[in-house]
């Protein structure tokens, strides 16, 4: 799914990988993980991170962090395990004073409504998380109609960032560091895996200098 979704964000901005350095390859509980990282041009950071144990469970994530672009982040979360599909399509309010019209995103979010959508847990970004974020938790044999659902709403941000007014790249990048400062000083979901199984240095790395993007503060 995320050669597909890497494939749809290039089209409109083109791709040109960056080295991940030494997360490139690492593993988290004895599960691997891979990470590439690019800069899509007039937009911003795109990572990819996968990782999954073959029969078990499979884990995928892209993050579209837009720094030449005044649009919120973006965030896919695919989690397969035990027959079950479980999929996040979040976005996170880190614009400067751009606020984009999500109308027709919702539309997109209702016309998948037949996937009933996961109660998401409360946390300290729900004040920055938009209300067209979705959570749905299916049986794997909706695996398709999930994928469709992931390539439209993606499609649909796509159209809303060319929509988006340019922007000063250093105060965007400070403005979305505040969400990535915020994952390491609060935690989250994967977040806290990370802090416990590969410490604090390893995961601010990993997600100020490749998955955010952001650098250092």
């Not at 996961?118 to 998380?129: H, M, R």
């Not at 929509?163 to 000063?168: S, T």
């Not at 990370?194 to 390893?202: D, L, S």
Request: net charge negative; aromatic share 10%; charged share 25%.
């Amino acid at each position: 799914m995320t050669d597909k979704m890497l494939e749809a964000i290039g089209a409109v901005y083109p791709l040109k990988e960056r080295s991940a350095g030494e997360y490139e390859n690492f593993a988290v509980n004895m599960m691997p993980f891979t990470v590439r990282c690019y800069e899509a041009e007039g937009l911003g950071n795109v990572s990819v991170m996968c990782g999954g144990v073959p029969g078990v469970m499979k884990m995928d994530t892209l993050i579209v962090n837009p720094f030449d672009r005044d649009m919120p982040l973006f965030s896919y979360d695919r989690i397969y395990a035990g027959g079950m599909d479980t999929l996040f399509l979040e976005m996170y309010d880190t614009c400067l004073t751009h606020h984009p019209d999500t109308e027709h995103l919702g539309q997109v979010v209702a016309e998948y409504a037949d996937l009933e959508n996961s109660p998401i847990e409360p946390n300290w970004y729900d004040d920055i998380l938009y209300k067209e974020s979705v959570k749905k938790v299916m049986p794997d044999e909706l695996t398709a109609r999930m994928d469709q659902l992931t390539l439209d709403y993606l499609a649909e941000y796509l159209h809303m960032t060319t929509l988006a007014p340019a922007c000063e790249r250093t105060a965007k990048l400070r403005a979305a560091s505040a969400y990535t400062e915020g994952l390491l000083e609060h935690g989250g979901p994967s977040t806290d895996v990370f802090m416990k199984a590969k410490g604090e240095e390893f995961t601010q790395g990993l997600f100020r200098d490749v998955l955010f993007s952001t650098g250092r503060p």
